[in-house]
């Protein structure tokens, strides 16, 4: 049997996730691509943490130069986050001929249209599945089955940490401070929550929509963007009166785009995308209306898209 | 640029709108597949039709040789229904070395282990996105983006004439009969509905995910099936009173599938599934939950999903 060997960067809770997976689907994987898969090397400092697995020690390694250097490894899975250095590994790894995969929607909103050329240029696969919504399967349905579609318009709640808040300030009648409060100490919120709380995140998402959906790029920072740190109860209570929720929305059409939170009428079927959940709304001209709701985000949904764009490569392959 | 021919097997008001869409979305098509796409041959005994749009009369042909032994004829497109002649003609398709796409659930359902691997024996694609849930793309994400998951569960809502009754029956308090009668008058079911409100087309359905997600072909035939003909207005109020609404479910798991009228709750999200919609929920043991909804029926709704199918094709021949 072929065997493939997968450079991973960053074994942190996604990374760790996306090893277990691996390992414990390895039937469907070698089922479906003929090949047994193994990640050999792991980038990360941390080689003493406890993950909950074992992993043999030789894997890790410090320089990047030890996986994209390796002849013998074929794809690179990147789960460092943030956009440096992640970015530069990823064009390191494209450029020595390996298909890469990520989950990091700060890196790929941050330069799109070049990282997709450099895949092209180099004749390799990048797939980012899990950049937008986690494990919902909605950039391969806008690239596959949807794709003989106009688009016309997306609303996206594309961020699970303030849905979670904006829905127990809904059923509890609490102050956002509050609310943030305990679900940090509940694991759903960082504790520098930055990051997602001001509409950055879901800017990030956005951003990668538009470019698949529309054919043009936007930066996440000239997509106008609210956070839901000024929402109060009062005004849940009022959207409520209206017969509205209120949830942090990523929109976008042909023309315009922005985040922030919105009445979204309790008829509409993303009222009901609750607690950590997320969900994709589009319109395409032909397909009408079509919604993709699920986890987005968690060390476990995020491994089922990043396992499935490796499948998929290696599919390719054969 | 490269010439790619159809042949079209039915111009009904799928294949009419698929037809359609072609012309419409052509741009589409030719960006994503570098070839320029046209239906050159049309089997249907039906030539005069008034189908709203100018087709070529010399298009159609009444003898499905003239498409199968065609050698400019790449892709073949079954649009008939029914299981058949629309069988038959999708082996001879196969055999002379065609790639096929169909949205006919029964054909695909009567006979799938076999046509998938004729099509691979003949080294060509076998694609049926629009045979389960129209324009929703749902199989494509099974064999996609969610395939490094072992699957535990799936629950749709994959009968549009049926989930309309149903949702009507609910919001306006009235009975089956009463219902079925408007719903014919306003074209959401057909004359002779037998099909849907017994459940037999949930079944094809139902039997083609079962292959797709367990990888094991059980007959439509040989599911329990109960359609929705013996639900009444008491039942659905009873239903009402536990907090949850009726709707015909296809269901399955691992060991065990049935179709027929099931209480759904309404904290879960099926239970807002309404009128003409379907939605297909599934669990998978790294995703956790993802549910898709949209259009599972109609001309564009489908035509999408088979245009889809044709581009995914074609892009793997690039």
Redesign the interface.
């Known amino acids: 049997m072929k065997k493939i060997n997968i450079g991973l960067l960053g074994m942190g809770n996604i990374g760790t996730g996306t090893y277990v997976?691996l390992e414990?689907?390895k039937d469907?994987?070698q089922e479906?691509t003929g090949c047994q898969v193994e990640i050999t090397k792991i980038l990360d400092r941390d080689t003493t943490r406890d993950r909950g697995i074992y992993v043999d020690p030789k894997k890790f390694v410090s320089d990047i130069d030890d996986i994209v250097l390796d002849e013998d490894v074929q794809v690179v899975i990147e789960l460092l986050g943030g956009v440096s250095p992640a970015k530069d590994f990823i064009y390191a790894a494209l450029h020595s001929g390996k298909h890469v995969v990520t989950a990091n929607k700060a890196a790929v909103a941050a330069d799109m249209p070049r990282l997709v050329s450099e895949a092209k240029a180099n004749n390799v696969k990048f797939m980012f599945?899990a950049s937008v919504g986690g494990?919902?399967?909605v950039?391969?349905?806008i690239n596959?089955?949807?794709?003989?579609?106009?688009f016309e318009e997306v609303l996206g709640i594309v961020n699970g940490t303030t849905n979670y808040i904006l829905t127990k300030m809904t059923d509890e009648g609490l102050e956002y401070a509050d609310v943030l409060k305990k679900a940090q100490e509940l694991g759903f919120a960082e504790a520098d929550p930055t990051g997602d709380v001001e509409g950055l995140d879901a800017a990030n998402k956005l951003s990668i929509l538009i470019y698949l959906m529309f054919g043009k790029y936007v930066a996440p920072s000239d997509i106008p963007t609210t956070g839901i740190t000024k929402v109060t109860k009062e005004d849940i209570k009022a959207a409520k009166e209206k017969g509205a929720v209120i949830k942090l929305l990523a929109k976008a059409d042909k023309d315009t785009y922005s985040v922030g939170p919105e009445l979204v009428s309790l008829d509409h079927?993303l009222s009901?995308v609750n607690n950590e959940f997320n969900a994709i709304y589009l319109t395409?001209?032909?397909?009408?209306?079509?919604?993709?709701?699920?986890?987005g985000a968690g060390p476990?949904?995020t491994?089922?898209?990043v396992?499935?764009?490796?499948?998929?490569i290696l599919k390719g392959e054969k």
Do not use: R, T, W
């Open positions: 997976l414990k689907n469907i994987i479906a599945e494990g919902i399967p950039l391969s349905a596959g089955p949807l794709q003989a579609n106009h079927p009901s395409g001209d032909a397909v009408g209306q079509v919604m993709l709701y699920g986890k476990m949904p491994a089922s898209a396992l499935g764009d490796v499948i998929q």
